[in-house]
């Protein structure tokens, strides 16, 4: 098991960026495929981007790609997704996740380790 700790959120007008971290420890943080989720007030959690252990490939919704880009530093055991063109749709609590050994799944119940999230509120 690896403990997640996200950060980097916060509140911005619609059209800038937001550079969300997530740090992990407890555990090898290189073999795990890492991911960002996200889930706004009555809404389900949705998958935001994924990336794979080696960070050889990433993974977005089609909600993100071309604003959202997934990135790691495993020397730094740590995960980021920097946001830019942000929208008020995308506001919601952004969730780290991690898969041991994964391929970087755009699926939640995949993920067996999650952080306890970051606000991100995006106003137009």
């Known amino acids: 098991q690896v403990q997640l700790v996200e950060s980097g959120g916060g509140l911005v007008q619609a059209g800038g960026s937001l550079r969300l971290s997530c740090a992990a420890s407890?555990?090898?943080?290189?073999?795990?495929?890492m991911a960002w989720f996200r889930q706004a007030p009555g809404k389900e959690r949705e998958f935001v981007a994924a990336?794979?252990?080696?960070?050889?490939?990433?993974y977005y919704a089609d909600s993100v790609k071309g604003r959202f880009t997934i990135s790691r530093d495993n020397a730094k055991n740590t995960m980021y997704l920097q946001m830019n063109s942000l929208k008020p749709d995308d506001t919601a609590i952004y969730y780290c996740?991690?898969?041991?050994?994964?391929?970087?799944?755009?699926?939640?119940?995949?993920?067996?380790?999650w952080g306890q999230g970051t606000q991100v509120t995006v106003s137009s």
């Open positions: 996740a991690a898969d041991l050994y994964g391929r970087g799944s755009s699926q939640d119940y995949e993920y067996d380790n």
């Open positions: 990336i794979s252990v080696s960070a050889a490939n990433t």
């Open positions: 407890g555990r090898i943080f290189s073999r795990y495929a």
